[in-house]
């Protein structure tokens, strides 16, 4: 047991049952979407692990401890909470030691799934290499994350917002396998397609699980990604989203928004630009990943 660890009574029984239990970032919460979308998303999507199967544990870091699942107030406090840090893997030493409120990361939320020996992970879209990374060498901790860090993450693929191709060639490089969940492309977020194809398709969350458990069991660390794309009803057109995200980076450009604070600068333009359709969107692919993340934490419980 670490000792930074501390777990949600519903998160311990599913344990001491041996129940699948499906990790859940907290940025989505505290950066990803206002109040009161946020909560009530976080909670619905919770509900679906549940009838899937599963046992959610959202994760975040609390008075000095990582939570591997949240109670319904802290759900709350998070989503209304105006000075949450956002967590990545460089920042959990120090949030921990000064007792701050932090929203964990793809990345951050891998590792401490990873330390509860939680295995499958649901999000939205995964970081990636930013566009212009050739220069700002701009690339996403998560990437680096799924090189090294033994959990699968369940998301809509990369948001589009990124250079696909290259967080890609990134990722073949360091290793990581990319299952294309009913798709042979990787998806972009809010489309279904983006142009890009990827290494594997599987139909079946049978077949994502036994490729997990063959690839840990021949010691091969590192993560993997399912890429599953956004419900055909929910997407964008492309075409509106392409010329939006060239806009909102052009905007990025002009007020000379940088690092870490490109993303939610980006996030938030494309929402005003489309009007909160993308807002509406986002929810709908969550909601999509957390009924084929808690489907393939069943599987892969079963093995």
Known sequence: MNQYLSYSEEVKQAMEAGKPIVALESTIISHGMPYPQNVQTAREVEQIIRENGAVPATIALIDGMIKIGLSDEELEMFGNSKNVAKASRRDLGYLLATKQLGATTVAATMICADLAGIRIFVTGGI???????????????????????????????????????????YLETKGVPVIGYQTDELPAFYTRKSGFPINFRADDETTVADTLRVKWDLGLQGGAVIANPIPAQDELEPELIDGIIAQALKEAEANDVKGKDTTPFLLAKVKELTEGKSLVANIALVKNNAVVGAKIAVAFNQG
């Not at 970081?127 to 699968?152: C, F, P, W, Y």
């Not at 369940?154 to 250079?163: E, N, R």
Request: hydrophobic share 45%.
């Open 127 to 169: 970081g990636g290499v930013h566009r212009g990374a050739e220069t700002t060498m701009d690339i996403s901790a998560d990437l680096e994350e799924l090189a090294q860090t033994n959990v699968a993450v369940v998301c809509a693929g990369a948001k589009s917002i990124l250079d696909i191709g290259l967080t890609l060639e």
